[in-house]
Protein backbone atom coordinates (compact mmCIF):
# COMPACT_ATOMS: atom_id res chain seq x y z
CA UNK A 1 0.00 0.00 0.00
CA UNK A 2 2.93 2.46 0.94
CA UNK A 3 4.52 1.33 -2.54
CA UNK A 4 1.64 2.64 -4.39
CA UNK A 5 0.69 6.03 -2.33
CA UNK A 6 4.44 6.83 -2.97
CA UNK A 7 3.96 6.31 -7.07
CA UNK A 8 0.97 8.33 -6.97
CA UNK A 9 2.12 11.24 -4.86
CA UNK A 10 4.67 11.17 -7.14
CA UNK A 11 2.77 10.84 -10.76
CA UNK A 12 0.79 13.45 -9.08
CA UNK A 13 3.63 15.59 -8.49
CA UNK A 14 4.90 15.89 -11.79
CA UNK A 15 1.95 16.45 -13.40
CA UNK A 16 0.88 18.88 -11.64
CA UNK A 17 1.47 22.50 -12.58
CA UNK A 18 4.80 23.55 -11.29
CA UNK A 19 4.47 27.76 -11.25
CA UNK A 20 1.83 30.11 -12.07
CA UNK A 21 2.12 33.21 -14.73
CA UNK A 22 2.73 35.76 -11.72
CA UNK A 23 5.62 33.55 -10.09
CA UNK A 24 7.74 34.18 -12.97
CA UNK A 25 11.39 35.97 -11.87
CA UNK A 26 11.70 38.55 -13.84
CA UNK A 27 14.86 40.91 -14.07
CA UNK A 28 14.28 44.14 -15.53
CA UNK A 29 15.94 45.80 -18.66
CA UNK A 30 18.16 48.32 -16.94
CA UNK A 31 17.33 50.66 -19.79
CA UNK A 32 14.86 51.14 -22.10
CA UNK A 33 14.01 46.95 -23.14
CA UNK A 34 13.89 45.99 -26.79
CA UNK A 35 13.49 42.16 -25.95
CA UNK A 36 12.62 39.93 -23.65
CA UNK A 37 14.50 36.49 -23.05
CA UNK A 38 12.64 33.99 -21.23
CA UNK A 39 14.00 31.36 -19.73
CA UNK A 40 12.68 27.95 -18.21
CA UNK A 41 15.04 26.51 -15.44
CA UNK A 42 15.64 23.52 -13.12
CA UNK A 43 18.45 25.88 -11.82
CA UNK A 44 18.32 27.77 -8.59
CA UNK A 45 17.94 31.60 -8.26
CA UNK A 46 20.70 31.92 -5.82
CA UNK A 47 22.89 30.73 -8.96
CA UNK A 48 21.74 32.10 -11.67
CA UNK A 49 21.23 35.39 -10.51
CA UNK A 50 24.95 36.37 -10.50
CA UNK A 51 25.04 35.63 -14.30
CA UNK A 52 21.95 37.35 -15.27
CA UNK A 53 22.97 40.75 -13.39
CA UNK A 54 26.52 40.47 -15.53
CA UNK A 55 24.53 39.21 -18.87
CA UNK A 56 22.22 42.75 -18.41
CA UNK A 57 25.42 45.00 -18.13
CA UNK A 58 26.40 43.68 -21.46
CA UNK A 59 23.21 44.23 -23.01
CA UNK A 60 21.15 46.36 -20.84
CA UNK A 61 18.01 46.39 -23.10
CA UNK A 62 17.22 42.74 -22.55
CA UNK A 63 14.55 42.42 -19.91
CA UNK A 64 14.86 38.43 -18.71
CA UNK A 65 12.39 36.17 -17.12
CA UNK A 66 13.05 33.15 -15.45
CA UNK A 67 10.04 30.47 -14.35
CA UNK A 68 11.88 27.64 -12.36
CA UNK A 69 10.69 24.06 -12.29
CA UNK A 70 11.96 20.99 -10.61
CA UNK A 71 14.20 18.86 -13.65
CA UNK A 72 11.04 16.25 -14.36
CA UNK A 73 8.42 19.03 -14.61
CA UNK A 74 10.75 20.65 -16.80
CA UNK A 75 11.53 17.84 -19.15
CA UNK A 76 7.78 16.95 -19.13
CA UNK A 77 6.35 20.18 -19.78
CA UNK A 78 9.39 20.84 -23.16
CA UNK A 79 8.10 17.41 -24.66
CA UNK A 80 4.49 18.04 -24.34
CA UNK A 81 5.49 21.71 -25.83
CA UNK A 82 7.32 20.33 -28.50
CA UNK A 83 4.92 17.61 -29.60
CA UNK A 84 2.58 20.54 -29.82
CA UNK A 85 4.89 22.65 -31.97
CA UNK A 86 4.63 25.38 -29.08
CA UNK A 87 8.52 25.84 -27.90
CA UNK A 88 8.63 26.47 -23.70
CA UNK A 89 10.25 29.80 -23.63
CA UNK A 90 13.84 30.50 -25.39
CA UNK A 91 16.05 28.72 -23.91
CA UNK A 92 16.20 25.64 -21.51
CA UNK A 93 18.58 24.84 -18.52
CA UNK A 94 18.53 21.96 -16.28
CA UNK A 95 21.45 19.64 -14.52
CA UNK A 96 19.25 16.56 -15.89
CA UNK A 97 21.33 16.39 -19.46
CA UNK A 98 20.07 13.37 -20.28
CA UNK A 99 16.64 15.18 -20.28
CA UNK A 100 17.90 17.78 -22.60
CA UNK A 101 19.19 15.05 -24.69
CA UNK A 102 16.47 12.97 -24.54
CA UNK A 103 14.51 16.42 -25.82
CA UNK A 104 17.08 16.87 -28.54
CA UNK A 105 17.15 13.27 -30.02
CA UNK A 106 13.38 13.78 -30.78
CA UNK A 107 13.76 16.48 -32.58
CA UNK A 108 12.86 19.65 -29.68
CA UNK A 109 15.91 21.45 -30.14
CA UNK A 110 17.74 24.15 -32.23
CA UNK A 111 21.32 24.21 -33.30
CA UNK A 112 23.86 27.23 -32.63
CA UNK A 113 27.04 27.19 -33.52
CA UNK A 114 29.85 30.61 -32.51
CA UNK A 115 33.29 30.99 -31.38
CA UNK A 116 32.17 30.66 -27.76
CA UNK A 117 30.40 26.82 -28.62
CA UNK A 118 33.71 26.27 -30.22
CA UNK A 119 35.88 26.45 -27.24
CA UNK A 120 33.43 23.69 -25.18
CA UNK A 121 34.80 20.34 -24.87
CA UNK A 122 33.74 17.40 -26.93
CA UNK A 123 32.16 15.80 -23.62
CA UNK A 124 30.06 18.76 -22.89
CA UNK A 125 28.35 19.22 -26.83
CA UNK A 126 26.66 17.07 -28.70
CA UNK A 127 25.63 18.15 -31.73
CA UNK A 128 25.84 22.05 -31.30
CA UNK A 129 22.45 21.31 -29.82
CA UNK A 130 22.90 20.93 -25.98
CA UNK A 131 25.88 22.55 -24.26
CA UNK A 132 26.85 22.01 -20.79
CA UNK A 133 28.27 25.05 -18.96
CA UNK A 134 29.31 24.18 -15.67
CA UNK A 135 31.50 21.73 -14.07
CA UNK A 136 30.31 20.09 -10.82
CA UNK A 137 31.33 17.10 -8.86
CA UNK A 138 28.76 15.03 -6.96
CA UNK A 139 29.89 15.58 -3.61
CA UNK A 140 29.63 13.83 0.28
CA UNK A 141 28.45 17.15 2.73
CA UNK A 142 28.46 16.37 6.66
CA UNK A 143 27.50 18.43 9.60
CA UNK A 144 30.64 18.67 11.50
CA UNK A 145 29.39 19.20 14.89
CA UNK A 146 26.87 15.67 14.65
CA UNK A 147 30.12 13.52 12.85
CA UNK A 148 33.33 13.67 14.38
CA UNK A 149 36.27 13.81 12.38
CA UNK A 150 37.15 10.13 12.66
CA UNK A 151 33.67 9.59 11.05
CA UNK A 152 34.16 11.54 8.02
CA UNK A 153 33.64 9.41 4.55
CA UNK A 154 36.24 10.02 2.04
CA UNK A 155 34.71 7.17 -0.32
CA UNK A 156 31.68 5.86 -1.07
CA UNK A 157 33.05 2.38 0.51
CA UNK A 158 33.73 4.66 3.34
CA UNK A 159 30.44 5.77 3.82
CA UNK A 160 29.23 2.41 3.71
CA UNK A 161 31.05 1.24 6.15
CA UNK A 162 29.78 3.76 7.89
CA UNK A 163 26.12 2.98 8.08
CA UNK A 164 27.20 -0.67 8.41
CA UNK A 165 29.43 0.21 11.76
CA UNK A 166 27.84 2.97 13.71
CA UNK A 167 24.01 2.66 12.53
CA UNK A 168 22.35 3.68 15.92
CA UNK A 169 24.07 7.03 15.50
CA UNK A 170 23.24 7.81 11.88
CA UNK A 171 19.93 5.97 11.91
CA UNK A 172 17.62 8.27 10.12
CA UNK A 173 20.32 10.89 9.68
CA UNK A 174 21.63 10.76 6.15
CA UNK A 175 19.87 12.31 2.90
CA UNK A 176 19.79 11.85 -0.53
CA UNK A 177 17.73 12.30 -3.43
CA UNK A 178 14.37 10.79 -3.95
CA UNK A 179 15.32 9.13 -7.81
CA UNK A 180 11.07 9.15 -8.31
CA UNK A 181 10.93 12.77 -7.83
CA UNK A 182 14.53 13.98 -8.78
CA UNK A 183 15.81 13.66 -12.75
CA UNK A 184 19.46 14.60 -11.35
CA UNK A 185 18.96 12.07 -8.27
CA UNK A 186 17.80 9.54 -11.10
CA UNK A 187 20.73 10.41 -13.15
CA UNK A 188 23.64 10.37 -10.64
CA UNK A 189 22.34 7.56 -9.22
CA UNK A 190 22.15 5.13 -12.86
CA UNK A 191 25.70 6.51 -13.50
CA UNK A 192 26.75 5.80 -9.55
CA UNK A 193 25.31 2.07 -10.43
CA UNK A 194 27.66 1.86 -13.73
CA UNK A 195 30.75 3.01 -11.74
CA UNK A 196 30.86 -0.20 -9.83
CA UNK A 197 27.30 -2.49 -9.25
CA UNK A 198 29.12 -4.13 -6.40
CA UNK A 199 30.21 -0.69 -4.37
CA UNK A 200 26.51 0.71 -5.49
CA UNK A 201 24.94 -1.92 -3.66
CA UNK A 202 26.93 -1.84 -0.45
CA UNK A 203 26.00 1.71 -0.20
CA UNK A 204 22.37 1.15 -0.78
CA UNK A 205 22.03 -1.02 1.06
CA UNK A 206 23.80 0.32 3.69
CA UNK A 207 21.27 3.88 3.70
CA UNK A 208 18.02 1.22 3.53
CA UNK A 209 18.97 -0.29 6.87
CA UNK A 210 19.92 3.54 8.27
CA UNK A 211 16.42 4.60 7.17
CA UNK A 212 18.43 7.29 4.89
CA UNK A 213 15.73 10.39 4.06
CA UNK A 214 14.63 10.60 0.98
CA UNK A 215 13.99 14.03 -0.95
CA UNK A 216 13.46 15.83 -3.89
CA UNK A 217 15.99 18.72 -3.92
CA UNK A 218 19.37 19.60 -2.86
CA UNK A 219 18.47 22.49 -0.79
CA UNK A 220 16.39 20.97 1.45
CA UNK A 221 18.94 18.25 1.89
CA UNK A 222 21.30 20.77 2.66
CA UNK A 223 19.28 22.72 5.04
CA UNK A 224 18.26 19.92 7.06
CA UNK A 225 21.95 18.85 7.22
CA UNK A 226 23.00 22.37 8.12
CA UNK A 227 20.74 22.13 10.98
CA UNK A 228 21.55 19.11 12.19
CA UNK A 229 18.34 17.38 11.52
CA UNK A 230 20.88 15.03 9.14
CA UNK A 231 24.17 14.47 9.69
CA UNK A 232 25.16 13.62 6.28
CA UNK A 233 23.82 14.18 2.63
CA UNK A 234 25.23 12.40 -0.15
CA UNK A 235 25.42 12.93 -3.80
CA UNK A 236 24.72 16.76 -3.62
CA UNK A 237 25.70 18.64 -6.50
CA UNK A 238 29.23 20.94 -5.72
CA UNK A 239 27.91 24.65 -6.65
CA UNK A 240 24.72 24.16 -3.91
CA UNK A 241 27.01 22.66 -1.72
CA UNK A 242 29.09 24.97 -1.64
CA UNK A 243 27.02 27.54 -1.45
CA UNK A 244 25.74 26.39 1.87
CA UNK A 245 28.93 26.19 3.24
CA UNK A 246 29.80 29.69 2.82
CA UNK A 247 26.18 30.27 4.32
CA UNK A 248 26.57 27.59 7.16
CA UNK A 249 30.01 27.04 9.10
CA UNK A 250 28.89 23.74 10.26
CA UNK A 251 28.42 22.12 6.75
CA UNK A 252 31.34 20.83 5.38
CA UNK A 253 32.09 19.49 1.77
CA UNK A 254 33.47 16.41 0.77
CA UNK A 255 35.15 15.20 -2.66
CA UNK A 256 35.22 11.22 -2.38
CA UNK A 257 38.41 10.17 -3.33
CA UNK A 258 37.47 6.84 -4.81
CA UNK A 259 35.66 8.62 -7.72
CA UNK A 260 33.85 11.56 -8.12
CA UNK A 261 30.48 11.61 -10.51
CA UNK A 262 31.22 15.47 -12.56
CA UNK A 263 27.72 16.64 -14.51
CA UNK A 264 27.60 19.83 -16.92
CA UNK A 265 24.63 21.50 -16.29
CA UNK A 266 23.10 21.97 -19.73
CA UNK A 267 21.40 24.39 -22.31
CA UNK A 268 19.26 24.26 -24.87
CA UNK A 269 17.40 26.71 -27.40
CA UNK A 270 13.71 24.92 -27.86
CA UNK A 271 12.99 24.71 -31.78
CA UNK A 272 11.05 27.73 -32.78
CA UNK A 273 11.68 29.82 -29.67
CA UNK A 274 9.97 33.17 -30.81
CA UNK A 275 13.73 34.98 -29.42
CA UNK A 276 15.72 32.21 -30.00
CA UNK A 277 18.80 34.97 -31.08
CA UNK A 278 18.24 36.32 -27.43
CA UNK A 279 18.73 32.22 -26.38
CA UNK A 280 22.19 32.72 -28.33
CA UNK A 281 23.15 35.59 -27.32
CA UNK A 282 23.14 34.13 -23.32
CA UNK A 283 24.50 30.71 -24.06
CA UNK A 284 27.34 32.49 -25.73
CA UNK A 285 27.60 34.86 -22.45
CA UNK A 286 27.25 31.34 -20.18
CA UNK A 287 29.84 29.50 -22.48
CA UNK A 288 32.38 32.89 -22.93
CA UNK A 289 35.37 33.74 -20.70
CA UNK A 290 33.55 36.38 -18.96
CA UNK A 291 30.67 34.34 -18.29
CA UNK A 292 32.73 31.32 -16.76
CA UNK A 293 34.68 33.56 -14.82
CA UNK A 294 31.58 34.81 -13.06
CA UNK A 295 30.33 31.50 -12.46
CA UNK A 296 33.67 30.38 -11.20
CA UNK A 297 33.76 33.21 -8.49
CA UNK A 298 29.66 34.43 -7.79
CA UNK A 299 27.59 31.11 -8.76
CA UNK A 300 28.91 27.65 -9.49
CA UNK A 301 32.16 27.62 -7.97
CA UNK A 302 34.09 24.59 -9.27
CA UNK A 303 35.91 24.81 -13.11
CA UNK A 304 36.90 22.21 -15.49
CA UNK A 305 40.34 23.22 -14.57
CA UNK A 306 39.86 20.99 -11.55
CA UNK A 307 40.89 23.52 -8.86
CA UNK A 308 38.67 22.95 -5.72
CA UNK A 309 37.16 26.18 -3.76
CA UNK A 310 38.76 27.09 -0.19
CA UNK A 311 37.43 24.56 2.24
CA UNK A 312 36.66 21.96 0.26
CA UNK A 313 38.35 18.24 1.83
CA UNK A 314 39.43 16.93 -1.53
CA UNK A 315 42.16 16.26 -3.71
CA UNK A 316 44.54 19.24 -4.68
CA UNK A 317 43.32 19.35 -8.30
CA UNK A 318 40.31 17.12 -9.22
CA UNK A 319 40.96 17.07 -12.98
CA UNK A 320 44.75 15.85 -12.10
CA UNK A 321 43.94 13.25 -9.54
CA UNK A 322 42.03 11.05 -12.09
CA UNK A 323 39.16 10.64 -9.96
CA UNK A 324 36.48 13.20 -12.10
CA UNK A 325 34.33 10.85 -14.12
CA UNK A 326 32.04 13.58 -16.35
CA UNK A 327 29.31 12.29 -17.46
CA UNK A 328 29.39 12.68 -21.21
CA UNK A 329 26.68 14.75 -22.79
CA UNK A 330 25.64 12.45 -25.80
CA UNK A 331 23.78 9.19 -27.08
CA UNK A 332 25.01 7.01 -24.53
CA UNK A 333 22.55 9.08 -21.85
CA UNK A 334 19.66 8.04 -24.15
CA UNK A 335 19.80 4.81 -22.42
CA UNK A 336 19.28 6.41 -18.89
CA UNK A 337 16.20 7.49 -20.67
CA UNK A 338 14.83 4.67 -21.98
CA UNK A 339 11.80 4.42 -20.30
CA UNK A 340 11.98 0.76 -19.17
CA UNK A 341 14.99 0.54 -18.31
CA UNK A 342 14.36 3.72 -15.56
CA UNK A 343 11.42 2.22 -14.42
CA UNK A 344 13.31 -0.95 -13.49
CA UNK A 345 15.60 1.13 -12.34
CA UNK A 346 13.30 3.08 -10.34
CA UNK A 347 11.23 -0.15 -8.76
CA UNK A 348 14.77 -1.81 -7.39
CA UNK A 349 15.84 1.81 -5.69
CA UNK A 350 12.40 2.26 -4.54
CA UNK A 351 12.22 -1.51 -3.49
CA UNK A 352 15.76 -1.55 -1.72
CA UNK A 353 15.47 1.64 -0.06
CA UNK A 354 11.92 3.01 0.74
CA UNK A 355 10.12 -0.20 1.07
CA UNK A 356 12.65 -1.42 3.91
CA UNK A 357 12.57 1.70 5.72
CA UNK A 358 8.39 3.41 4.99
CA UNK A 359 8.32 5.67 7.98
CA UNK A 360 11.91 7.41 6.71
CA UNK A 361 9.11 8.83 3.27
CA UNK A 362 7.58 11.81 5.94
CA UNK A 363 10.75 12.24 8.19
CA UNK A 364 11.10 16.08 8.86
Known sequence: MIKRLCVALAAAFIAAPAFAADNTIRFPALQTETGRLTIYSATDLVVMKPLIDDFQTIWPDVTVDVIDYLTNELSVRAAEACRKQQPLGDLLLSSSVDQLVKLANDGCATAHTSPETARVADWANWRDEVFGFTYEPAVFVYNNIKVPPGDVPRTHVELADLLREKLDTYRGRVGTYDIRLSGIGYLLAFNDARQTTAVFGRLLEGMARASAVARCCTGEILEEVAKGNLYIGYNMLGSYAY?????????????????????????????????????????????????????????????????????????????????????????????????????RFIDDWSQSLIELNSPSWNRE
Do not use: H
Not at 300 to 325: C, H, M, R
Not at 330 to 336: H, I, S, T, Y
Open 243 to 343: EAARRYPQLKVVVPRDYTLVLSRGALIPKGAKRADLAARFLDYLLSQQGQSVAKNNAFYFTETGSLPPGVDGPQNLKESGIAQPIRIGPALLAVQDRAQRQ
